[in-house]
């Protein structure tokens, strides 16, 4: 079984719509991130969180929310999607370390119209 | 703050040839450094990493090696194979927080038969 796994996998939305992704780790890790990733810019990170109460926003915040309802379990949630938000969205881990090595899943692939 | 620049692709190569893809960064204080790889419809895995200067980090014949004098971290394998076929992402972690990984745009390597 997949140690970081995200639903859905792909999503079709319309403008205005509320959506949420979810991820769920079973690494037992306390930091978790969100990242969206565009076509020749890389990876931009949206959301992180260092255990269920603590919350920090990313590079990229503006237009998304984030909820941590457990160690194991961290959403991200557009209020009202708008077409430059279609992106592949991914989720990682990581332990409290010196290096920072960050598991990914597997990518949610969302598309707003 | 910290950025990474990688080489742009797309490159393509035919099976057996030798691969570079060059990487450089700016960071702050002692970064750890990494080569993540996404193939096709996954999410990033971790490739290789090196946590200080002149470690030389390697998996699956790949190999890079963490030069400090100038600020590189370049990706090498002797022989690729079709199955190499993937974006390439450089990245490192660093800063006082040392939680955030900071991106190259990737590099998309396409092996032909």
């Known amino acids: 079984d997949a140690d970081v796994t995200q639903t859905p996998r792909n999503r079709i939305t319309k403008t205005g719509k509320r959506i949420m992704l979810e991820c769920s780790q079973t690494?037992?890790?306390?930091?978790m991130y969100w990242y969206r990733q565009d076509p020749g810019l890389g990876l931009r990170l949206i959301y992180y969180?260092?255990?269920?109460?603590?919350?920090n926003k990313g590079e990229i915040s503006d237009g998304y929310s984030v909820s941590r309802q457990a160690q194991a379990k961290f959403s991200l949630s557009l209020e009202s999607a708008i077409p430059n938000q279609t992106a592949l969205y991914f989720c990682?881990?990581?332990?409290?370390?010196?290096?920072?090595?960050?598991?990914f899943g597997p990518g949610t692939r969302l598309t707003v119209l | 703050g910290n950025s990474v620049t990688q080489m742009e692709g797309p490159v393509t190569l035919s099976e057996e040839a030798f691969l570079t893809i060059n990487c450089t960064y700016t960071?702050?204080?002692?970064?750890?450094l990494f080569w993540y790889v996404q193939y096709p419809g996954e999410g990033l895995q971790l490739l290789l990493k090196?946590?200080?200067?002149?470690d030389k980090g390697s998996n699956k014949g790949f190999e890079a090696t963490y030069r400090k004098e100038t600020t590189s971290f370049h990706l090498e394998k002797g022989s690729v194979q079709v199955s190499d076929s993937a974006v390439y992402f450089c990245?490192?972690?660093?800063?006082?927080?040392?939680?955030?990984?900071?991106f190259g745009k990737g590099t998309l390597l396409t092996v032909n038969p």
């Open positions: 990682a881990t990581s332990a409290p370390g010196f290096d920072n090595e960050q598991f």
């Open positions: 690494k037992g890790h306390d930091r």
């Open positions: 990245a490192l972690s660093s800063g006082g927080s040392n939680y955030k990984l900071t």
């Open positions: 090196a946590t200080k200067a002149d």
């Open positions: 969180s260092f255990d269920v109460k603590d919350i």
């Open positions: 960071a702050t204080g002692y970064p750890s």
